[in-house]
């Protein structure tokens, strides 16, 4: 057998017994110079951090972007910068609502996130594997997600919140419909497709610049369960998802998507009949085809969960040269919000962390603190800015070409200016006939059993898109059997605690 590596404390110092505690005779009791084991049981209680607020339960891998096609009059950014060149990347995929040991087949929104570690820094694209979102202010997005958690006296997940809400913001139709289709329930990260949702931007050497949405369109075909399909896997494993990813990569079967984006010029988003900066819109496409840009290959999977997929910090304020933001005013909170939960998540410098570490030099001004490990190449006597000692500095080769912005400052109510119905409508329309019936019937068992205000106000909006969708909904909730009164649901509890003598 090959001789093993000498155990030693976290000092360095090697280890004598690493089985049997220092005790005052054989049956105890401990001493507290035991030091090694002291150290073992502090470390343990340290091992958790927390988990993300949001998209908690994930799965993720490394890999490759290849470029397929010539983009670089639009942007640019150096990943894009010539035909088969190749970029790193991680991917994680995510749920939202779940915690983090949450069954991986749940109906549910999935994150995509790839992090692209470009030469000129990371570009981290943080989006779903839905075009467009629920709601399109970030004033209701805290409360959005308390409605998908944990309701705080029963402590169990509450349809009545979620329908309440939803049925409160008609502007969530659009993603309600995606969510309670086939696909709301993929068979697992690699028979999805990826959107980055909002609208971003592309700017160019010539100081122009584009509205861009990026298309992640999966290669292995999309594959979903029915939810009985689903509640019969969760019972043989709740790791479907884990399984389905690190497996396939394991046996070199690597999942591929290709990257497609929708380029706007400037100037049009003043003209397009719908805001394209509404996160609750898509582009349609014969508006905006689809122009491909490369391929993305999952081929690595981590060799440690903890360090380097717990421990991934994406954010959408992670953009490069030649791609940028866009007034969308979720993005703009999105801009502010990742890197404040990761600073609380993981520590101020988790950038330093190894799978957050950016691929090319870095060299800032941001020093002390805790998670300080790593190297500082300043020189020794550049610690501040401006200074006369060849401190790192700024190139203004890479600003941002100026945006071009007006409009009275206002809290906009949006439900007066935007039609929230058309584009549900065009996804209903595209439905076959099963495609519809799955539809109603995973819409009715969501919603089976809300208090009739909330009930009946939802389905206003499903009548809104069409009459069809009504009364779909409708047919398939008469047609779920009575709820057994042994299993009370949450939505049985909320009106237990509105009515404590109705409910018995
Ligand atoms: P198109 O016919 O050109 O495109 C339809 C799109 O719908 C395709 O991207 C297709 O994805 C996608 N799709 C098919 N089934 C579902 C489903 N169950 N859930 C979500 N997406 C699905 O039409 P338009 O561009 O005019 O869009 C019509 C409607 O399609 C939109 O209102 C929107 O709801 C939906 N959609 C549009 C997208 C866009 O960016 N324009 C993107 C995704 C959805 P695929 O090609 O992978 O099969
Ligand atoms: C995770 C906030 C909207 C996709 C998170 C996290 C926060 C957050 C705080 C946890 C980050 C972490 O601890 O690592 C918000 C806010 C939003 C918003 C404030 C709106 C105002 C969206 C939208 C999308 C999205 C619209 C998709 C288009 C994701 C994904 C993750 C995530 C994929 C998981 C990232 C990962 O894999 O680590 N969000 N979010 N979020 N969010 Fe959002």
Redesign the pocket.
Known sequence: MAERPKLTTTAGAPVGDNQHALTAGPRGPLLLQDYQLVEKLAHQNRERIPE????AK?WGAFGTFTVTNDISKYTNARIFSEVGKKTDLLA?F?TVAGEQGAADAERDVR???VKFYTEEGNWDL???NTPI?FVRD?YK?PDFIRTQKRHPRTNLRSPTAQWDFWSLCPESIHQITILMSDRGLPQGPQYMNGYG??TFSFWNDAGERYWVKFHFKTRQGHKHYTNAEAQDLIGKTRESYQEELYGAIDRGDYPKWTLYVQVMPEEEAENTPYNPFD?TKVWPHKDYPLIEVGEMELNRNPDNYFAEIEQ???SPSNVVRGISFSPDK?LQ??IF??AD??RY?LGGHYEALPVNQPKCPVAHYHKDGLLRFFADNNPPDAYYEPNSFGGPAEDPKYLEPPLRISGDARRYVQHELEDDFSQARALFEMFDDGQKQRLFNNVAEAIHGVPEEIFERQMNHFEAVSPDYAKGVRAAVEALPAKDEKMKTQMDMDRMAVHPKQGG
Do not use: D, E, T
């Open positions: 993300r607020v949001v998209h994930g994680r995510s994150g995509f996130s943080v989006g779903n979102f970030p997005f949702s909002h996160l991934a910090a994406f979720m909170a999105r919000s990742y939960a990761h998540r």
